[in-house]
């Protein structure tokens, strides 16, 4: 008979766990017949002793099945995106209303911002009125308006993942691989998806700094996810700068406003089709990867997209007319603040972390998921990698609260960038390489 001794017995002693081992875990952890103490014990074991292809799958699963998954009556595929973690990274709210506009329907559960990375629903939170934590019959009619829905998990979405996570936290074993790959999927395999598109971050604005550490946890995510009977691609995408100008959560939709009602320039848009055309192809809705990618960027400019967005935001509580006077309604920083370059140069390093937490220090993020927000505050106008600068000229504007916070940041930005004599040779190609 299965019980929490049994389970950490066998890993003690190194023996495979059976799959109703794992169900039997993963139902204990929702439910609460599994100690804090069992937990942490699992968490470390597993952490610890790895789990094998079969295992991975079977602990994914059973922290899926741990609660409510969706299906969907619908006639079009339904896909979804997840990113690793980044700065600047506000690709999702392109890329949900761009995919529906090209015929799929997108349920993206999505989390907040932790560390130095910024979390989508707190973006989407920036919107006066938005609310993301609906009920499953708003959720699914914002999504038959729509053809999307961005929200964040209810407590009846993979419960396991949530006692296993809080543990993981205290207990120095957030880093498992095996961990990782059954906690990002658990809870996207509950949205009731045929397809996913995994954006897989890697240097320095990453949780994955090179290249060596992106590629196991991406072949990680894909053999998993499609063992268990999901199609996903992972692309392994370039994070040693941030993806947009801006980082802060009003300061990072006003740059989603731009690139969906004129401005279609720049990374996001470049990130948004490919990351869309494996979709698309990956759903029969495209001829290929590229032909997906044109669709995406063409529902992109074409205004399709913002309508789909703003048809979404309305349904969840937003302005009615956010796309016509979007700038009104987005929150302002009291003080704003220029950081200017010491010297001529140009710009050869950013150290994307130590921007991450500097809005952090500003109060545009959090360390602990109990930490306020700031909607208002961050930076913009960040410098890129390659751009020439004179001296005073600026390296980017700070949006903060309090004079004194903005002085810290303007310290921290100009530590995080890094200046040099001569253009860089090798600027770093956005995507790096695609996998599953």
Known sequence: MTSARSVLSALRHDKPLRPDDLQWMAA???????SDAQAGAFAMGICARGLDRAGRVALTLAMRDSGHVLSWDVDAPVLDKHSTGGVGDCVSLILAPALAACGAVVPMISGRGLGHTGGTLDKLEAIPGLVTVLDEDRFRAVVRDAGCAIVGATAEVAPADKRLYA??????TVDSLDLITASILAKKLAGGLEGLVLDVKVGKGAFMKDMASARALAEALTETANAAGCRTTAVISDMSQPLAASLGNALEVAEVMRVLTGDQRGPLVEISAALGGVLMASAGLAKGVQDGADLIAAAIRDGRAAERFGRMLAAMGGPV????????????????REVTAPADGYVSDIDGEALGMAVVGLGGGRMLETDEVNPAVGLAQVVRLGDAVQRGQPLAMVHAARPDAADAAARAVRDAITLQPRAPRDLPDLIHERIG
């Open 167 to 172: 543990v993981r936290d205290v207990t120095s």
């Open 28 to 34: 204990g952890l929702a439910d609460g017949t599994v």
């Open 321 to 336: 007319r956010f796309l016509e006077d979007w700038a009104r309604f987005l929150p302002e920083a009291p003080v704003i």
